[in-house]
């Protein structure tokens, strides 16, 4: 019988930082906020994400999101870092109640550095992370059906396609699709 996941990341994980495939997912700090801005201010990034997600993204809006991150136990968020500083994000969000054994990816990769294998490589370090470290016994990850690029990372990451919510959200005045891709744990 599977073990439960980690409830509380806050305690045992919180300050771990993730080495391979020549990058560093860690943390992120203040020093952050002018790359955080630079990168996450790209309509086209926003565009697959949630609205949540600021569009214009301000120093403002990264100075908010970085004190976030560091606060809340309902999300662990990294900086995708390949020794220049941050490039990107990528988080697990933790769900409560009977889906805790689940976890959901967020992830999102400065422009410049797209079609370079890199959120290949960062969705495969947080998701060992997540069944090695948490045990959690699947991660998953919501993406819009207009948004083909998430779709092929996340097959190449090892991620199969496990349904479609048709006409599942509205984005911009337009009804989408979402596709789920999961990842069962192995170990499991």
Known sequence: ????????????????????????????TMEDAPQLTTYANNPKIAANLMDRFPSPYTLESAHWFINYAAENEGESVFAI??????????????????????VELGYWLGEPFWGQGIMTG???????????????????????HTNPASRGVLEKAGFEREGIARNAIVKKGRILDVWTYGKVNPNL
């Open 81 to 102: 870092d390949r020794g220049e500083g941050l490039i990107g994000v990528i988080s697990l969000i933790f769900k409560p109640d009977i889906y805790a054994a689940s």
């Open 1 to 28: 019988m599977p073990t439960m996941p980690i409830p509380n990341f806050q305690t045992a994980f919180r300050q771990k930082a993730l080495e391979g495939a020549g990058l560093q997912l860690r943390r992120l």
């Open 122 to 144: 960062a969705i495969s370090l947080i998701v060992r992370h997540a069944f090695e470290d948490l045990r959690h016994s699947r991660a998953y990850a919501n993406v819009f």
